[in-house]
Every structure is written in structure tokens, then in C-alpha cells.
């Protein structure tokens, strides 16, 4: 066997190149905060990196940006908390993953969250595009909620409605894969019409085991062939959830 | 000024490997990557790379016919009866072994799976339909790219359909990129493949003709971005490129006591698992002084 040393010299790799948009959208309305699940999402998301960085090859090629919507109606965060206003550049690699605490107050304005966030993905792709930086697979965005899109008011809205058509068209068009996961206090039809393949319903779930559906589920999108219809994608990410469930599960009862 | 000769080569080294991409090993699947290196009777050497597209059950069935569809092409229009020496009539005989090879897929799938003929009208060489993909056809499942290189230097024939690419080593001169991955591949999100209906519109066809070659790297998209690197053009726009390192992959393997298997080991190796994981596939083949 050549030293592995000699042989990378010999036959040079580049570094990694290629780049996967994760995208998340945070419910911080006032109802997260009532129920206690902010500061339980807080928790969860400072030990989120390091399962990450386990996922290859996000730990790589993985850049993650967060939108909030409630405390501050929509914010874009600096998802590595080093800026505390809305950062210049609201992706950063995955291993620099490190978001501020989460504040939780407010309505609902979960459509202008979602909107920022596809908003946010069409300009980083453009970026990437122009610097000549490949997209290794579909930019993948995450919703959590545990309420009712409202106004701004607090009111009950529809506006969700016209959103979903959006998102069809985005995946139709292998522009975006997305998810959905409701917690407890959701509202199934909502995540239901935005996600009809890809959303969960997850009362008397922790936040934690969110998340951790969450890394599976960007584990397996995240290496889906680039053809791939939507549908497929997701059904493969549902598949894989129950494996790594399962895999949970064995490892519980045989320590 | 007079076109510097290489002195008559002895033929090749060849040198083929391909692994199992990371995520294909955890997802259980096959390497659905094929390749083939063949001697051809005339003196010519085929050289061709496929990948089985992972979203389609069948293609590392379908990434084999395509390899071997090259090979019936190139045995029928590469024979030493058939040897062009202009430039016309070797593109004339690249276009008819570009032909050649979607005839022998099409054929060898209509083989193969003789209850997909009933099922739906396969694509012609050069239909143009506005799909890229017929939902309703069985064949889409094996669905591959391509690409095949004819090399008899100082010619150099290729056919490629989907994302594989060429890359070749002068002296001087250094790695160039000659069929490059197609452009936007990355932000479209759709591979043309052998299946595919528009096949023919994007298929990469041309002949090379170049003294100065001493190598020949064929490879699949899984090594695309370990292997090739970005380069900014004067106006603006980036395109991808051989880095000048990668002469030192045909520095190693004309060296005498190479050992062959340093090219999978590499190819398996965490380098190139962080840049994607695909399955990696290449020939690697150098002229013998």
C-alpha cells in the first residue's frame, strides 16, 4: 500500500466545492413561549451542530441560514450568532452553527417567514451561481410551528392559501425541497396543504427529537439524486426516519 | 510552424477504477457507476464510463448496456476497413459511432426487456420532443449517461450524453477539459440521460485531433468536483477547468512500478468522500513512450 500521504500528493483532491442550502423557519410567536417550548427549542438547537457535523457530506458542503417569525414579526438571525441585527450574509457553513438564544413573542406570521426564506434561497443561489459554486442538491428548508398562521392582528389567516401553490411550483421546478413539522398546537390542515408529502405532526415530542427527525431527514434529502422527483424524496425521507427510529430504539433497549 | 510529433507510442496504460459512493453504501444501494476499456481490432482503444442515474431502479443495468452499446459502436465503425484520414471523414465516422452507440442501447434494452417494446415507442437517435423524460415509459428506469472515447492517436473520438467528462494531459501543455460536465448542471437539477428524449440535442460530439497527448481521463460526475476546479473568465462568468495539478495523476501512472490500485484507493478516500458521495468512477489511461 502507498502512504497515504504520498498518494494525496500524488493524485490531489480538491477541496469540496459544491454547497447545500438547509433553511430554517422558526416559529417565535407568543404561543412558544407560553408552552415553554422556545426555551426547550433554545436547548435543543446548542447541541444540534454537533449531530450535524456527523451528517456527511453536510458537515462539508452544508451552509444553514434560520428565519424567525413572531418575536419581531420575520427576522433573518445570524445563525452563527456573531452578528446580533440581520447578518450581510445569513448563510454560514454548518460547522460554524451557533445561533443566539431565541426570543419567542408575538403573532404568527408564518407565510411572511416561509416567503423570506425562499426569498433568501433564490439570492443565495444566484450567489453561488455567480462565484462559479455548484449546488449539490436541491436547497432544502425546514418549517416549525406549534400554531395557527395569523395577520397582524393575531387573527386567523388564509394567506397560507396562496402559499402553497408557490411551493408546488418551486419543487415542480426542483427549485426547493420542503418540510414541515408541526408540534404540539399546529394546525395539521395548514402543514398539511404546505407539505402534503413532507410534513409531520409531532405532539408530546421534545424539541430535541425534532431536530434530531430534522438531521435524518437532511441526511437523506441531502444526498437524493438531483432528478429525483419531490414525492420520491420525500417518501425516501420518511423511509429513512423509520430506520433511524428503529436504529434509535435498538440502541435504547441494548444500552 | 511545423506541429511537434510525439514519438510513435508503445500503447497504454490503463488504468480503471470505480467505488461505491459514501451515500450509496449507507443507503444500501449498488455502485451504479460502469465502466469498459476495450482494444479495438484496428489498433484503437475505447475507453467509456457510465452512471446508472440514482433516482431510477434499473440503471446500473441500464449504465452497462450503455458501455457496452459503445463497444458494438466502436467494433462496427472503428474497423481498420473503415479508417478515415481527414478531418471530415472522422467527424463523419464520430457522428455515425454517436448514432451507433444510442441504437445499440435502445437495441440492447428492446433485448433485454423485450415487454417494454409493447409498453411504449422508444425515442429515435434524434427526436426532439418537448419532454426531457416520458413518465409512462418502462425504460426510463434504466436510465444512464454516457460518455465513450475512440482513442487511436493522434485521434481522439468522443460521444458523451449527461454529465461524465474528459479530461486530457499534453506535453506540454498540461490537463485540459475537454467535454466538460454541461454548464448550470448543478442549478437545474436534471441530467439528460440515455433515456432521455432530447438526448441527441444535448449529446457532446466531436473529434480531436492532437499529437501532444500523452493521457486520457474518463470519468463520471462522482469525481467532478475533487478533479476539476472553478476558473473565472474575462467576462465574469465562471466555468469549470482541469486544474494544473491534475497532470500529476499522469505523471504517477506512466511512472515504471505504478501500482494500478493507487486510483481506487484514492477515489475511496475521505478527500473524496467530502466532496461527494456519488460513486466514482475513471479511466485513466496514459500513453507508453
Known amino acids: 500500500m502507498t502512504d497515504s500521504t504520498v498518494l494525496r500528493d500524488a493524485l490531489p483532491a480538491q477541496a469540496p466545492r459544491g454547497r447545500l442550502l438547509i433553511t430554517l423557519v422558526v416559529d417565535t410567536s407568543e404561543s412558544m413561549r407560553e408552552s415553554g417550548r422556545i426555551d426547550e427549542l433554545n436547548a435543543a438547537l446548542r447541541g444540534w451542530r454537533e449531530e450535524l457535523l456527523k451528517v456527511d457530506p453536510v458537515a462539508s458542503i452544508g451552509e444553514i441560514a434560520m428565519v424567525t417569525f413572531g418575536f419581531n414579526h420575520v427576522q433573518v438571525i445570524d445563525p452563527s450568532g456573531r452578528v446580533s441585527g440581520p447578518p450581510a450574509q445569513p448563510y454560514v457553513p454548518v460547522r460554524e452553527f451557533s445561533p443566539p438564544e431565541l426570543r419567542a413573542d408575538g403573532v404568527t406570521p408564518l407565510v411572511a417567514g416561509v416567503q423570506e426564506a425562499l426569498r433568501l434561497v433564490a439570492v443565495r443561489r444566484r450567489e453561488l451561481r455567480e462565484a462559479g459554486m455548484p449546488m449539490k442538491n436541491r436547497p432544502l428548508v425546514y418549517l416549525i410551528t406549534d400554531g395557527v398562521p395569523t395577520d397582524d392582528k393575531g387573527h386567523k389567516s388564509n394567506d397560507w392559501q396562496d402559499l402553497a401553490p408557490v411551493i408546488r411550483q418551486q419543487e415542480s421546478g426542483k427549485h426547493i425541497l420542503f418540510f414541515a413539522f408541526g408540534v404540539t398546537g399546529a394546525d395539521e390542515a395548514v402543514l398539511r396543504a404546505l407539505a402534503p408529502e413532507s410534513y409531520s405532526s409531532l405532539t408530546d415530542v421534545t424539541m430535541a427529537r425534532v431536530l434530531s427527525l430534522m438531521s435524518a431527514s437532511i441526511e437523506s434529502a441531502g444526498n437524493a439524486s438531483r432528478d429525483q422527483p419531490a414525492e420520491k424524496v420525500y417518501k425516501d425521507a420518511r423511509e429513512h426516519q423509520k430506520q433511524a427510529d428503529r436504529i434509535r430504539e435498538w440502541m435504547r433497549r441494548n444500552g | ?289
Open chain 2, 1 to 289: 510552424m511545423a506541429e511537434p510529433e510525439r514519438p510513435v507510442a508503445a500503447g497504454w496504460n490503463v488504468v480503471p477504477a470505480s467505488v461505491i459512493g459514501s451515500t450509496h453504501v449507507r443507503l444500501g444501494v449498488v455502485n451504479q457507476d460502469r465502466y469498459l476499456t476495450h482494444a479495438l481490432s484496428g489498433g484503437a482503444r475505447l475507453f467509456a464510463v457510465a452512471d446508472g442515474a440514482g433516482s431510477r431502479s434499473r440503471s446500473e443495468f441500464g449504465a452497462q448496456y450503455a458501455v457496452e452499446a459503445a463497444r458494438l459502436a466502436a467494433e462496427r465503425h472503428y474497423s481498420p476497413a473503415a479508417r478515415e484520414r481527414t478531418v471530415p471523414g472522422r467527424l463523419r465516422t464520430a457522428h455515425a459511432f454517436a448514432r451507433g452507440c444510442l441504437e445499440a442501447f435502445d437495441g440492447l434494452l428492446d433485448g433485454m426487456v423485450p415487454a417494454m417494446s409493447a409498453l411504449a415507442p422508444r425515442p429515435r437517435a434524434t427526436d426532439r420532443p418537448d419532454t426531457r423524460d416520458d413518465r409512462d415509459d418502462p425504460r426510463k428506469e434504466y436510465g444512464t449517461t454516457l460518455l465513450a472515447v475512440v482513442a487511436e492517436p493522434p485521434w481522439y473520438a468522443f460521444f458523451g450524453v449527461g454529465d461524465c467528462f474528459l479530461v486530457v494531459d499534453r506535453v506540454p501543455g498540461g490537463a485540459r477539459l475537454v467535454v466538460p460536465p454541461p454548464a448550470e448542471r448543478e442549478h437545474d437539477g436534471a441530467t439528460v440521460l440515455l433515456t432521455s428524449r432530447d438526448r441527441w440535442e444535448h449529446a457532446a460530439l466531436g473529434v480531436l485531433h492532437d499529437p501532444l497527448v500523452r493521457g486520457l481521463a474518463v470519468c463520471t460526475d462522482g469525481v467532478m468536483d475533487a478533479l476539476l476546479s472553478s476558473r473565472r473568465a474575462a467576462d465574469g462568468s465562471c466555468a469549470l477547468a482541469a486544474p494544473e495539478e491534475m497532470s500529476r495523476y499522469f505523471d504517477h501512472f506512466a511512472a515504471p512500478g505504478h501500482r494500478p490500485e493507487d486510483l481506487a484507493e484514492r477515489l475511496a478516500s475521505e478527500d473524496f468522500a467530502r466532496t461527494s458521495g456519488d460513486d466514482k468512477t475513471m479511466i485513466l489511461a496514459v500513453l507508453r513512450p
